[in-house]
């Protein structure tokens, strides 16, 4: 049975920074490209960053160079770190196994999902 378990949000403050976590399980990890995805209220769910099978990582304009995509197969944990968030940033922030080894920006290449963890950004 496929699950996908995040954790690590919380409340920070604008520049402030934090790690998420996704622990995966009941599947082979390390042959899955793997992403995170966010949503804010009333909004549609949206891209934040992927990572392929072989580490290649990409990520929404929005983020680039302030978040980073990592992967620990040996612990089967996908991880999101975020730097000088912003209070933009704020939203639901979900994980999500591609369907291939070479994951894209699209929720429907996903097949499964966690049940998300809250980041707020605020003072």
């Known amino acids: 049975q496929v699950q996908l378990v995040e954790s690590g949000g919380g409340l920070v403050q604008p520049g402030g920074s934090l790690r998420l976590s996704c622990a995966a399980s009941?599947?082979?990890?390390?042959?899955?490209?793997m992403g995170w995805f966010r949503q804010a209220p009333g909004k549609e769910r949206e891209f934040v960053g992927a990572?392929?099978?072989?580490?290649?990582?990409f990520y929404s304009p929005s983020v680039e160079d302030r978040f980073t995509v990592y992967r620990d197969n040996a612990r089967n944990t996908l991880y999101l770190q975020m730097n000088n968030l912003k209070p933009a940033d704020t939203a639901v922030y979900y994980c999500?196994?591609?369907?291939?080894?070479?994951?894209?920006?699209?929720?429907?290449?996903?097949?499964?999902w966690g049940q998300g963890t809250q980041v707020t950004v605020s003072s």
């Open positions: 999500g196994r591609g369907r291939r080894a070479v994951p894209s920006r699209s929720t429907d290449d996903y097949d499964y």
């Open positions: 009941g599947f082979t990890f390390r042959s899955f490209g």
């Open positions: 990572i392929t099978w072989r580490d290649l990582t």
